[in-house]
């Protein structure tokens, strides 16, 4: 179930089967950690420095099962820095702030600001029946 095949010409082309991706392993140092996850289908295993979005979220799609050592979660702090100082390895890099300070969408588009700008409701369009012969549309079936 893991691995598909594809009714393409693509098994003509040496891609006959196409794997699922699975977990991936995020650590900072190898202490055996390559050689204990290498063997399991699937797995994918990364260094905390060399993260990449295409392989966070493979495909545009968020939510890919991260398993992350306690050592590399520590060293994000140091790569990206915080909302109120830079990195450290990366040169004036700073996190960007949040664009919306409240999450609550709907309370943000109900408030009296938005809504004092916005336009009202567009009228509903009218739509006609249009007249068709009994005849014909009887022949038709």
Request: aromatic content about 10%.
């Amino acid at each position: 179930k893991a691995m598909r095949s594809f009714p393409v010409a693509g098994k003509m082309r040496n891609r006959r089967f196409r794997q699922r991706l699975g977990p991936m392993v995020v650590y900072n140092e190898d202490n055996g950690v390559v050689k204990a996850f290498r063997n399991i289908p699937g797995v994918q295993l990364f260094q905390v420095d060399r993260l990449n979005l295409l392989n966070l979220a493979p495909g545009g799609h968020l939510g890919r099962f991260i398993i992350w050592s306690q050592a590399a979660f520590e060293k994000l702090e140091a790569i990206y820095g915080t909302r109120e100082e830079a990195a450290q390895f990366k040169t004036g890099y700073k996190l960007p702030a949040a664009m919306v300070a409240t999450p609550s969408l709907t309370r943000l588009i109900n408030s009296d600001e938005l809504q004092s700008v916005l336009r009202g409701a567009h009228p509903a369009k009218e739509y006609f029946h249009i007249k068709r012969n009994p005849l014909v549309q009887q022949a038709r079936r």
